[in-house]
């Protein structure tokens, strides 16, 4: 199959054409990179407003990789030790948190009893409100969908 002999007006068409698709491309690849940029930005915020969860994230997903990447012989042997002295530490960094929060809520005249009615009225207090909210958005629901 031959091609047929291109037109002068085609012929003059075939840039603007080109010019056209490369600006449309052109057009999303920038919209694509300000979104990303708009996206990282963001994310940036996010994590200077709470670094505490970026902070749990991380952990989080080094414990995932962690348990999901399979570990050598070499590597438990060498770790053990390391993993024993870690485990060792937090225990005895646990149980001083234990004993120094006992102490100060002792210093300020609250038992285990008070704390736990506390509690226990936080939580109820927090289901109530709940269910209210859960009421009131069922009702604004049907009233909405009656109409």
Request: charged share 25%; proline share 3%.
């Amino acid at each position: 199959m031959s091609k047929a002999p291109k037109t002068s007006a085609q012929a003059e068409n075939e840039p603007e054409v080109r010019n056209d698709a490369y600006g449309k491309v052109s057009d999303r690849v920038a919209a694509a990179y300000a979104a990303a940029r708009e996206k990282t930005g963001q994310a940036g915020e996010t994590l200077e407003s709470n670094p505490l969860a970026a902070l749990l994230g991380g952990i989080a997903i080094g414990a995932i990789a962690g348990a999901l990447i399979p570990r050598l012989a070499k590597e438990k042997e060498l770790l053990a030790p390391l993993g024993e002295k870690i485990g060792e530490a937090a225990r005895a960094a646990l149980g001083a948190g234990k004993s120094a929060g006992a102490e100060a809520l002792e210093e300020a005249g609250l038992s285990s009893d008070q704390i736990r009615a506390q509690v226990s009225k936080l939580v109820e207090q927090a289901l109530k409100a709940a269910n209210e909210a859960g009421t009131a958005a069922i009702d604004a629901a049907r009233e909405s969908a009656s109409r």
